[in-house]
Nanobody, 122 residues
Framework: QVQLVESGGGLVQPGRSLNLSCAAS????????MGWYRQAPGKEREFIAR???????NYADSLEGRFTISNYNVDNTMYLQMNSLQPEDTAVYYC????????????????WGRGTQVTVSS
């Protein structure tokens, strides 16, 4: 079993920052990549950023520059630094990971966290 647990969400005023974290635990042999997605009410889940074990990163074009993803080399924990937040950033933010488990090191499995709510409002 593998668990992804997000934290760090909350209510923040426009223009402020938040730092989300995602901790992966359980029967992990190795993590291929981790990423962040978000889903606003009434909208589809949207890609934010991903990072590989070697540190390569990809961002959604619209968010690069305001959002920064960290690697997960320390304690299998990844962060998302979000700056200059706006009301349109309000969403549930989800952690995603592609993992080789200790019970199946040949294949990979895609895991999702339960999400953390971010609300940007004055």
């Amino acid at each position: 079993q593998v668990q992804l647990v997000e934290s760090g969400g909350g209510l923040v005023q426009p223009g402020r920052s938040l730092n989300l974290s995602c901790a992966a635990s359980g029967s992990i042999f190795s993590i291929v990549q981790m990423g962040w997605y978000r889903q606003a009410p009434g909208k589809e889940r949207e890609f934010i950023a991903r990072v590989t074990g070697s540190g390569n990163t990809n961002y959604a074009d619209s968010l690069e520059g305001r959002f920064t993803i960290s690697n997960y080399n320390v304690d299998n924990t990844m962060y998302l630094q979000m700056n200059s937040l706006q009301p349109e950033d309000t969403a549930v933010y989800y952690c995603n990971a592609l993992i080789r488990t200790s019970t199946s090191i040949i294949g990979t499995t895609n895991y999702w966290g339960r999400g953390t709510q971010v609300t940007v409002s004055s």
